[in-house]
Nanobody, 124 residues
Framework: QVQLVESGGGLVQAGGSRGLSCAASGRTFSSYAMGWFRQAPGKEREFVARINRGGGSTYYADSVKGRFTISRDNAKNTVYLQMGSLKPEDTAVYYC?????????????????WGQGTQVTVSS
């Protein structure tokens, strides 16, 4: 089992950058692939990015590709999401999640563990 805590959310102007962190508890962090999801008011939770257990493979939603970067540091039990060229439509609560599913996993149902979320608001 793993517990996840996100941090780094806040208010940022359009065009700006913001970095999110997700700290994981437990000794088995490196056995999980990690993902970032987001949920805007009135919308369903959507996939943002995923990174495999070793950090060598990443996958992004088309809406963030080229603007966001997911990375992880297994020694620190932490996964990151660096967001750039932010747009008002990026405003959402951002969640990190952990999965033991190997291969591509971009459905929320494939992730067993979730953080509490951190709000990112992009002003125009």
């Amino acid at each position: 089992q793993v517990q996840l805590v996100e941090s780094g959310g806040g208010l940022v102007q359009a065009g700006g950058s913001r970095g999110l962190s997700c700290a994981a508890s437990g000794r088995t962090f490196s056995s999980y692939a990690m993902g970032w999801f987001r949920q805007a008011p009135g919308k369903e939770r959507e996939f943002v990015a995923r990174i495999n257990r070793g950090g060598g493979s990443t996958y992004y939603a088309d809406s963030v590709k080229g603007r966001f970067t997911i990375s992880r540091d297994n020694a620190k039990n932490t996964v990151y999401l660096q967001m750039g060229s932010l747009k008002p439509e990026d405003t959402a609560v951002y969640y990190c999640a952990a999965t033991r599913v190997l291969g591509l996993a971009y459905a929320a149902e494939q992730y067993a563990y979730w953080g509490q979320g951190t709000q990112v608001t992009v002003s125009s």
